[in-house]
């Protein structure tokens, strides 16, 4: 999803309303923190893994990096 996607659908939905995400195993926690990032794409093969990772150092490998917002909590 695109920033320009997030904003229209945000703008149609109640700006009180609170942004929650998926929890670990189950249930949602609600989003403390947004972070522009970097991401590296189709790092990890494994299904119990999200597909891609936020790089944190210069060492990118050999994956395609992308620009993009991370929604979490810092909880």
Same mark, same amino acid.
């Not at 923190?33 to 490998?61: F, M, Q, S, W």
């Given at each position: 999803?695109?920033?320009?996607? &997030?904003?229209?659908? &945000? /703008?149609?939905?109640?700006? #009180?309303?609170? $942004? *929650?995400?998926? @929890?670990?195993?189950?249930? $949602?926690? &609600? $989003? ?6 970097? &991401? +590296?794409?189709? *790092? ?5 893994? @999200?597909? =891609?990772?936020? *790089?944190?150092?210069?060492?990118? @490998? ?5 620009? +993009? *917002? =991370?929604?979490? /909590?810092? #909880?």
């Amino acid at each position: 999803m695109k920033i320009k996607q &997030l904003i229209r659908i &945000l /703008n149609e939905c109640d700006p #009180e309303d609170e $942004v *929650v995400i998926r @929890g670990y195993e189950s249930g $949602v926690n &609600l $989003v403390t923190d947004v972070e522009c990032c970097r &991401l +590296a794409l189709d *790092v990890n093969k494994e299904d119990y893994y @999200g597909r =891609h990772e936020i *790089v944190r150092t210069k060492d990118e @490998g050999p994956f395609q990096i992308i620009n +993009a *917002v =991370h929604l979490y /909590n810092k #909880e």
